[in-house]
């Protein structure tokens, strides 16, 4: 596989990052992941946004321009002949000295800049979509800047395997008595025909595939509400599912082993996966 680091396009085992990077000593660094469908970017703009935000937030530069990006991720697409995965890429603060609390000067300093693909083919045609996930719900010990997509992802990952090993494919964070996400998604669940689904603050990350689930649920004339709901709501919902850049959108059936509606994929999210599907091949770039 061909790597990204910094401009240059290498074989893996030749890339190498230094051992003083921040991303690597204080996950100090953030990351967008970007799928791919036919061979292209789906949602390019929204994540490239998000990053600027995302290093805006932290006080970092960015040190690629938004057409140097996109020339690097569909570089690396081809390069690595991906027609069905994604490009996951990554900017650290680096670090040109020794270990310290305090940034470096931002002056001095150029961030890290990694990208990779992931082949994944049959993503979108994913059994798992027909099936559907079962979810655990565990308590939301993550930092308060949730919006900021950074690369600390310890407690995400304990979560992943706190529902594996108790049977389930994912974990629902709580707070407040209220589902904030799941470890890599945002949560929804469906009453009487009404999408709901947290409402945008720092609690959560501002998924991309949320907010074209949204728009494309609207144009549908599907109601919807963002409010946040709690996990005995949920229980009692007709429906549950998850979205993100690269489950798209993924029915949930049990959670914390209580079957949702059926216990099988619902109607609605199956449509909005149809139709997210679709729309996202059309406008892939
Ligand atoms: N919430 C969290 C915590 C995530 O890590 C992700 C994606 O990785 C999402 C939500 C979904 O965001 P997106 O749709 O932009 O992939």
Redesign the pocket.
């Known amino acids: 596989r061909i790597v990204y680091v910094n401009g240059a396009y290498l074989p893996e085992e030749e890339a190498t990052v230094s051992v003083f990077d921040r991303g690597f000593l204080m996950a100090d660094g953030v990351y ?2 970007t799928s791919v469908l036919g061979g292209k970017l789906v ?1 390019f703009d ?2 490239a946004a ?1 990053l600027a935000r995302s290093l805006a937030e932290l006080d970092m530069v960015q040190p690629i321009s938004h057409e140097a990006l996109l020339a690097a991720h569909r570089e690396l697409v081809a390069r690595n002949g991906i027609e069905e995965g994604l490009v996951y890429l990554q900017i650290t603060r680096g670090n040109p000295g020794d270990r310290d609390f305090a940034f470096p000067d931002p002056e001095t300093t150029t961030g890290t800049v990694v990208m990779f693909t992931q082949n994944k083919p049959g993503l979108a045609d994913s059994p798992a979509a027909k099936v559907g996930m079962k979810v655990i719900s565990i308590p939301d010990l993550r930092w308060r800047r ?1 919006d900021i ?1 950074t690369v600390q ?1 310890l407690y ?1 990952s304990m979560g992943k395997m706190a529902a594996k090993a108790e049977g389930a494919d994912d974990a629902w964070f709580v707070e407040d008595g209220k589902v904030t ?6 949560a929804y669940i469906v009453k009487n025909g009404r999408i709901i689904t947290r409402e945008l603050s720092q609690d ?9 689930v949204l728009r494309f649920a609207a144009e549908a004339q599907m109601e919807v509400e963002e409010r946040s709901f709690t996990i005995d709501e949920a229980k009692e919902a007709d429906e549950a599912f998850v ?5 798209f959108v993924m029915p949930v059936v049990e959670i914390d082993g209580a079957k949702i509606g059926a216990g099988t994929p619902g109607r609605v999210a199956a449509r909005l996966r149809e139709i997210y599907l679709e729309e996202s091949l059309k406008a892939a770039i």
């Open positions: 967008e992941v949602d929204g994540h998000r949730r997509k992802l995400p996400e799941g470890t890599s998604n945002n959560i990350l501002h998924g991309i595939t949320r907010a074209a979205t993100s850049a690269t489950a």
